[in-house]
Structures are given as C-alpha cells and as structure tokens.
C-alpha cells in the first residue's frame, strides 16, 4: 500500500488537515516501503556531474530564460520554477560537436565526486538490505535521456539525420550506467532495475517500434546481461516507467526481459484490468484514474469497484494513481479513498 506522488499536500498543509510533522505512511495507511532506491544514473535528464551551471539567461518582463541543471534552456514565470509545465526552448546537443565538448564529459562515470555519491548511497543500502528490502537502481532510459540532451522535436530527426550521434550518446549511457551499477553490486545485491522512459503518449509509443529496437534495446540487453552476470542470487527485475498508453509496447519490452510496468495512465487509454488479462504475469503498478479522485465518493466507488476485484484476485498489483495527487482533490475525498482501498487489502 503506497501512493505514486502528490501535487495536493500544499493545499492540505493550507487547509490544515497536514503538517510536516503528519506521518502519511499511517494517516493514509501505507505499508513501511519495501523498497530502498538507488539513483546516481538520472532519472528524467541524463545524470550530469557536474551539471551544468544554473543562471538567468533573459529577463522577459513576467518571464524569464534559464539555463538549467541539464544544460537547457527554458522559459519559466519570473519567481516560480515548479508547479507547471515549463517550455524549453533550446537542449544541449545539436550535433557531434556540441556533444563531445560540452555533454559528454559530464557523464564520465569515474570522477570523484560520482564515486563519493555512490558512497554514500551504498551505506544506506546495505542496512536495508540487511533489513530484507528489494534494492532497486533507478536511471534514466534511453529515450527520456535522449530527449532530454536533444529536445522532443528535434530528436525525432535526428534518428534520421544522424544515427551516429545518436549512437554515441547511447554508447555514454551504456558506459556509465554500468560502470556505477558494477560499482553498487560490489557491495548490494541489486533486485531490480527501474527505468524511466516516458516513451508513450496517449495511442502508442512516441516512435517506432523498429526505433525502439534499434536506437535503445543493443544498450539495453548489454547493461541487462552485464548486471545479471554479477548477481550472486535471486531474479533481477526489470521495471519501466512508460507514462501514456502502454498497451503496444508491452509486448515489446517484455522482448528483452521486463516484467514490471507503470503507471498505466488513464487519461491515455491505459486499462490496468484489461492489461492483466492480456498479461497475467507481468507485475503492475498505478492505473487507478487520478482525476476520479477529484469527482466525489461515487465516482471513487465505481473506479476501485471497477478495478480491485479482479486485481485483488488475479495478484502481482499495486494500487496507486496513475501519476500524482491533482491538487484539486480535497483531502476528506483522498481519505477516503484510501479507506475504500484498506478494506480490500484486509
């Protein structure tokens, strides 16, 4: 029992039914987590060290440019930063040369500050894997990680245009991201690799299935088979993270090994019932609607009604929303939700 994430607390801590000192894990009647996550490899940009300097690029009135932590540049509201939807107006790489002077040097997976990252991250994770938990490293995927050094639109042409950039940036990631897990498998049994990809939108996979094939799954099958070779024991878990609709590439990924999906987004068309029964052994996380939650107590009813009963049955479930808590629902509609949830879980 758990939930995916909050835009609401604010508006709760605002309303006064939280505060910071309120325990969610036993208001909302969540499980102690099971998992104890690993990062250093990025999560929706590429894992920068060091990143690139923040600074105001423009002043346009209300608004302003900003160069980020990812080397971007985007338009933000002048004094808030977080919240909405920014609009990036330029990414880092643009060709061969940009890549290998200003971004691929960031990525270098031995510099020392990486290495004292991975430090400190690991005394962490062995007390939890002493406590039984499933140790899961988190990175960035192959098209989140591209789109975030190329930009959405462009990158689109540049599979075309130039193959051998994008092969580059992809051979970086491969490097890096095995380089730290070896690292982190010296001292953890690694249960699981979690990849953020965002790769659908709301019909399928933002491209080709023969892309996905070519551009991301060689890197792939590479950084898969290297860390189950260094497993001592136990299964290693492949979780992606697609966001949209995911139906289409299921089958795909499952290809070299995944067997875990979320967060199977509603609004897309994504139907966590009818993905179970498509796949009855793949494990599942998300798809309840998170507007339902903003409708009322009929409308929350109808939703886990829908959907807790054959989940509940058919097992290798976790109920969450299919993103975070909108900041339009109100608390007492959420704690309820949650209690309609604890009753199938007893």
């Given amino acids: 029992m758990k939930e995916f994430g909050y ?10 039914y939280i505060t910071d000192q309120t325990d969610l894990n036993r208001l909302f009647g969540y499980d102690e987590p099971g998992v104890y996550d690993l990062y250093g490899l990025g999560w929706c940009e590429a894992a920068f060290e060091p990143c690139f300097p923040e ?6 009135g209300t608004h302003e440019v900003v160069q980020d932590f990812a080397g971007r540049k985007v338009l933000y509201f002048k004094g808030r930063r977080n919240g909405f939807m920014p609009e990036y107006l330029d990414h880092p790489v643009k060709d061969m040369r940009s890549w290998e002077e200003d971004v691929r040097w960031r990525l270098d997976p031995d510099t020392p500050a990486r290495r004292q990252q991975d430090a400190a991250a690991l005394s962490g994770a062995r007390e939890a894997q002493a406590a039984g938990k499933v140790i899961s490293q988190r990175l960035v995927g192959g098209y989140m990680y591209l789109r975030s050094l190329i930009g959405p639109e462009t990158l689109l042409y540049t599979f075309y245009d130039d193959p051998v950039l994008i ?3 992809m051979e970086r990631w491969l490097e890096l991201a095995d380089a730290v897990i070896a690292r982190h498998q010296e001292a953890v049994e690694i249960d699981e690799l979690f990849f953020a990809e965002d790769i659908c939108y709301n019909v399928s996979s933002l491209i080709s299935q023969d892309m996905i094939r070519r551009f991301l799954f060689p890197y792939y099958e590479q950084l898969i088979a290297n860390t189950r070779r260094r497993k001592k024991s136990g299964p290693l878990y492949l979780q992606v993270d697609t966001d949209g609709r995911i139906d289409a590439v299921i089958d795909l990924y499952r290809s070299v090994g995944f067997n875990y999906f979320s967060p199977f987004e509603v609004a897309a068309g994504s139907d966590v019932v009818a993905a179970r029964k498509a796949h009855p052994d793949i494990l599942i996380s998300g798809g309840i609607d998170k507007r339902i939650l903003a409708a009322g107590k009929e409308a929350i009813d109808r939703e886990l009604d829908r959907i807790l009963p054959y989940m509940k049955e058919q097992g290798g479930y976790i109920p969450t929303c299919d993103h975070g808590v909108p900041e339009e629902v109100a608390f007492e509609d959420y704690l309820y939700f949650r209690e309609h949830l604890l009753a199938y879980a007893t």
């Fill in 7 to 16: 835009y609401c607390l604010d508006r709760w801590k605002a309303e006064g």
């Fill in 55 to 60: 600074r105001i690029l423009e002043d346009r």
């Fill in 167 to 169: 092969d580059a940036c």
